[in-house]
């Protein structure tokens, strides 16, 4: 099984940008689709953005949609999510996952904190 760590959360402004990444150990990184969760405070974890391994292709949220841009880069076998325009109700802790039934192959997560 791949295992995922994220980085780059920190405590940011409102308005303020912030790179996360994930890097992948395995070898079947280039071949699996990737998503992007979180969870906030209370809350359930939540879908943000996804991309694909065959045709790179991205889906977004609707929450963040327009804000935030997922990419991968397969040679460096990383994930990322580049997130602008941040708001207080994206704090969370942001995970990188497969498509597992509940996201369970997930990382142990990074905390972003907007305020």
């Known amino acids: 099984d791949v295992q995922l760590v994220e980085s780059g959360g920190g405590l940011v402004q409102p308005g303020g940008s912030l790179r996360l990444s994930c890097v992948a150990s395995?070898?079947?990184?280039?071949?699996?689709?990737l998503n992007w969760i979180r969870q906030a405070p209370g809350k359930t974890l939540e879908w943000i953005s996804r991309?694909?391994?065959?045709?790179?292709?991205?889906f977004y949220a609707r929450s963040v949609r327009g804000r935030f841009t997922i990419s991968r880069d397969n040679a460096k076998n990383t994930l990322y999510l580049q997130m602008n325009s941040l708001r207080d109700e994206d704090t969370a802790v942001y995970y990188c996952?497969?498509?597992?039934?509940?996201?369970?192959?997930r990382g142990p997560g990074t905390q972003v904190t907007v305020s």
């Open positions: 996952a497969t498509d597992s039934a509940g996201y369970k192959t």
């Open positions: 991309i694909k391994s065959d045709d790179g292709s991205t």
């Open positions: 395995g070898s079947t990184f280039s071949t699996i689709d």
